[in-house]
C-alpha cells in the first residue's frame, strides 16, 4: 500500500523558502526528503537523479572542465573510487564501465556519453515503479525529437545506419522504441508520431520560434507532464518525485535566467499551498 506524506509535502514550502523567498539549495531538500522518506520511496528518488551521476560520472572518465554536479546521489570521491570497484553502482554503470575498460563500444558510433545514456534508459523506462517509467520513457521521445528536429534540416530519407558520426539522427537517436524508429525511417513531417505522442505539434510549432521561447515551451511541456503524472497521487511519493524534478527545473532557470527561474519557484510553491491541505485527523 502506497505510503502518505502529509506533513511533509504540506510542508515543503518552508523548506525551500527563507525569509527572502530565495531557494534552499536542492541538496538540503535532499536531506530533509531521506530523513521522511521509506527505504523504497527514497529509492525513486534517488533513481531521479541518476541523470545527474552519469554526466558527473562522464566527466571524471575524460577528464573535462565540466564543474561537477554535488545534486547526484555520489560524490565525486565515491564516484571516483566506484569507477574502479563499480559493484555498488548500478548495473547499468556497471556494463557501461566494464565495456570502456575494454576499450569496447556497445553502440558502435556512439560517444561515450551516448552509449551511457542508452543504457540508463533501457534501464529506467522498465522500471517497475510507473511514475518513473513513464517519466523517464517521455524524457527519452522528448530527447529523441529535439534530437531529429535538430538534425533534419535538408536531411534526406535514411535507408541505412552509415557509420559517420555526421549521420547525427542515426548516431544521437537513443534507445530503438517505437518513437526512435520512426525519427530513423519517416519522412513525414510529424514523423508519423502525431497519435503516438499528441505533444510532438506543440514541439514542431515550439522550433519555428527563437531559442529562449523553445527553451521555455520545452520545459511547460514537462511540468505539465508532471502535473498529469502525479495528478492523483496526492500525498504519496509520486508528488514528491515531481516536485523533485520540478525543483531541479527551477534550480536551472535561476541560473540561466534570473526571471524566469523565479516565476517558475513562485508557480511551485502557489501549486502547493492551493492544491494540498493536510486531512483530519493527521
Known amino acids: 500500500m502506497a505510503r502518505n506524506y502529509y506533513y511533509f509535502v504540506s510542508g515543503l514550502p518552508d523548506l525551500f523558502l527563507d525569509e527572502d523567498k530565495n531557494l534552499v539549495p536542492f541538496e538540503v531538500f535532499m536531506q530533509e526528503a531521506e530523513e521522511e522518506l521509506s527505504k523504497k520511496d527514497t529509492e525513486i528518488i534517488r533513481a531521479i537523479r541518476l541523470p545527474i551521476d552519469n554526466a558527473n560520472l562522464i566527466g571524471i572518465l575524460q577528464s573535462t572542465s565540466a564543474k561537477f554536479d554535488p545534486r547526484g546521489n555520489l560524490s565525486k570521491d565515491q564516484l571516483t573510487s566506484s569507477i574502479k570497484n563499480p559493484e555498488t553502482l548500478p548495473e547499468y554503470m556497471q556494463l557501461f564501465l566494464q565495456a570502456q575498460s575494454e576499450n569496447r563500444d556497445l553502440f558502435p558510433g556512439l560517444i ?55 549521420r547525427p539522427t542515426a548516431f544521437t537517436v537513443i534507445g530503438r522504441n517505437e518513437v526512435a524508429e520512426a525519427f530513423l525511417r519517416s519522412t513525414a513531417p510529424d514523423f508519423g508520431l502525431s497519435s503516438t505522442l499528441p505533444w510532438i505539434e506543440r514541439i514542431l510549432t515550439l522550433s519555428k520560434g527563437n531559442l529562449t521561447d523553445f527553451e521555455k515551451g520545452i520545459d511547460q511541456l514537462r511540468w505539465d507532464t508532471l502535473d498529469e503524472l502525479s495528478a492523483f497521487s496526492y500525498f504519496q511519493i509520486e508528488t514528491i518525485a515531481a516536485f523533485t524534478i520540478k525543483l531541479l527545473m527551477v534550480e536551472r532557470w535561476l541560473r540561466l535566467d534570473p526571471t524566469v527561474g523565479k516565476e517558475k519557484l513562485d508557480r511551485l510553491i502557489e501549486e502547493l499551498k492551493s492544491s494540498y491541505s493536510v486531512p483530519a485527523g493527521f
Do not use: M, P, Y
Open 112 to 166: 561515450a556519453e551516448d552509449q551511457l545514456n542508452w543504457l540508463f534508459f533501457d534501464w529506467i523506462t522498465g522500471h517497475k515503479n510507473e511514475f518513473l517509467s513513464s517519466w523517464f520513457t517521455f524524457e527519452l521521445n522528448l530527447r529523441n525529437v529535439l534530437t531529429a528536429i535538430n538534425c533534419r534540416k535538408n536531411l534526406e530519407h535514411i535507408d541505412e545506419v552509415g557509420t559517420d558520426r555526421d
